[in-house]
């Protein structure tokens, strides 16, 4: 069982920055795959960012390409994005998730994510 709860998000303007973080409890928190979505108001839930148990992967939806970096500390079971050149589209509510395993082909499949934090909101003014 994995309970993840994330922090760092708020308002910001257009093209500024925010750095999100999701927290896990756990001993075993190197062994997950570790994803980032996120929901906007009536839309479907949204594939952002995957890093693998180790770090050393990484994979990005394109509109988060060259603005977005997922990184992880498995010390303190902490993972991170940070979300620079932020756009008003960014505005969701942003999830971090966990899964045991890496596979390209399901890595932006929300169903796949075994564990779920609360979310936390980023609002992107214009």
């Known amino acids: 069982q994995v309970q993840l709860v994330e922090s760092g998000g708020g308002l910001v303007q257009a093209g500024g920055s925010l750095s999100l973080s999701c927290v896990a409890s756990g001993r075993t928190f190197s062994r997950y795959v570790m994803g980032w979505f996120r929901q906007a108001p009536g839309q479907e839930r949204e594939f952002v960012a995957i890093i693998s148990g180790s770090g050393g992967s990484t994979y990005y939806t394109d509109s988060a390409k060259g603005r977005f970096t997922v990184t992880r500390d498995n010390a303190k079971n902490t993972v991170l994005l940070q979300m620079n050149s932020l756009k008003p589209e960014d505005t969701a509510v942003y999830y971090c998730?966990?899964?045991?395993?890496?596979?390209?082909?399901?890595?932006?499949?929300?169903?796949?994510?075994?564990?779920w934090g609360q979310g936390t909101q980023v609002t992107v003014s214009s």
């Open positions: 998730a966990a899964k045991s395993t890496w596979s390209r082909a399901t890595m932006t499949a929300p169903n796949e994510y075994a564990y």
